[in-house]
């Protein structure tokens, strides 16, 4: 079982920059995957960015060039630089972590408010 924490959400205003963070911890053997999605009012829950253990990134075309994704190995950790933030990339942030331990298994976080205001 992988237990993950987020951290870092919060109200901006347009313009604005957040960092999110997530951290991983429990019991696993290798971390393949980690990233963050993203749910709005009334929306599905959409990728926003992830990251592979040998750092190959993946992002959202609404995210490009504004959002940065970036994984810490030694500490199981996986972060999001949020600048230039707009009102429509509010939403709850979930953190997920694709890991093994016999079985690989995605596993998710209890999500993180990020509000933009115009």
């Known amino acids: 079982q992988v237990r993950l924490v987020e951290s870092g959400g919060g109200l901006v205003q347009a313009g604005g920059s957040l960092r999110l963070s997530c951290a991983a911890s429990?019991?696993?053997?290798?971390?393949?995957?980690m990233g963050w999605y993203r749910q709005a009012p009334g929306k599905q829950r959409d990728l926003v960015a992830s990251?592979?253990?040998?750092?190959?990134?993946n992002y959202a075309d609404s995210v490009k060039g504004r959002f940065t994704v970036s994984m810490d190995n030694r500490k199981n950790m996986v972060f999001l630089q949020m600048n230039n933030l707009k009102p429509e990339d509010t939403a709850v942030y979930y953190c997920?972590?694709?890991?093994?331990?016999?079985?690989?298994?995605?596993?998710w976080g209890q999500g993180t408010q990020v509000t933009v205001s115009s």
């Open positions: 429990g019991r696993f053997t290798r971390i393949n995957v």
């Open positions: 997920y972590c694709n890991a093994a331990y016999g079985l690989t298994v995605n596993y």
């Open positions: 990251i592979t253990s040998d750092g190959r990134t």
